[in-house]
Structure formats: C-alpha cells, structure tokens
C-alpha cells in the first residue's frame, strides 16, 4: 500500500476523529439500537433502520480513518530543510497578477481546506509549485484561464 503524506496536525486531528467515533459516536448509535428493538415490530421501526444507517457509517468511517492512519507519511514541516523548494508541508506567499498576495501551505488530501490556506498536494496549483523556489513563476491552469503566481517566499513552519 502507497503511503499517505500528511502534517503532523492532520495525523492528530484524524487520530481526535478516530477517538470521537469509537469513544462517543460507536456507543451512542449502540444504544439506539437497543432501545428502537425494544419497542418491538423491527420490520416498521423507521428508528431502527435510521440507527442501523448511522451505525453502518460510522462503522466505515473508522475503517477508513484507521486505514488512512496506517498507510500515513507524518511529516513534521518545521522540520523539513528543502533548500527553500516548494515540498509537501511547506507554506508559500504568493503573489497573483493582480498583485494580490495569497498565502498557502501544501498539505494531505483529509486536512485540505482552501478557507484556511490549506491546499491538497494533489490541487493543480499545489502540483504546479512543487519543486520551485522564491522567485520562481508558477503557471496553472485555472477554470478562468491561465493564472501565474510569483513565489515571494518559501516557509517550512
């Protein structure tokens, strides 16, 4: 199995996930079960089928979240020395063509939110700006047409 690069804060915030299902979620759904086949005819018991539903997804999601932690690359970005290229974990400032500046770090798939400045390493312009460094152009294809971001600043923290 591939392994999966993730930071640090993802491995934790997953391993959080992890605990709240099997701690809280796991035993919740368990007793819902319980007591919707207390009250008899299973057959027209919209509760039951609703708590099996639950149980089922949580069930999954833990597979997937133990999986994911096993197959899991942890990687410490402050302890990344890339010589000051764009790497996994690494934030970069950068500069559009509007002159606006956008700041970024290029993190795993589970930990990805583009509110935060969190980028998928699998996104086109985390893909684009692996292997550059400061003052390096980077060009991606965007739905809008062709943008370009100057790399103003490289930072592994």
Do not use: C
Request: proline share 3%; net charge negative; glycine share 10%.
């Amino acid at each position: 199995m591939a392994t999966i690069p993730i930071t640090k804060r993802g491995s934790e915030k997953l391993k959080a996930e992890l605990h709240e299902l099997k701690t809280v979620q796991r035993p919740w759904v368990i007793n819902a079960i319980a007591e919707a086949r207390a009250q008899g005819d299973l057959s027209e018991n919209a509760e039951y089928e609703a708590a099996k539903d639950r149980q089922g997804f949580i069930e999954g999601r833990i597979q997937e979240i133990e999986g994911k932690l096993s197959a899991a690359q942890i990687i410490d970005p402050a302890a990344v020395d890339a010589g000051g290229k764009v790497v996994f974990g690494a934030t970069v400032e950068l500069e559009e063509e509007s002159g606006d500046q956008v700041r970024y770090q290029i993190v795993g798939e589970d930990e990805a939110d583009l509110k935060l400045g969190l980028i998928n390493i699998s996104s086109p312009i985390a893909r684009a700006l692996i292997g550059k460094e400061e003052g390096d152009t980077a060009e991606v294809q965007a739905p809008g047409g062709l943008k370009r971001y100057e790399i103003v600043a490289v930072h592994y923290i």
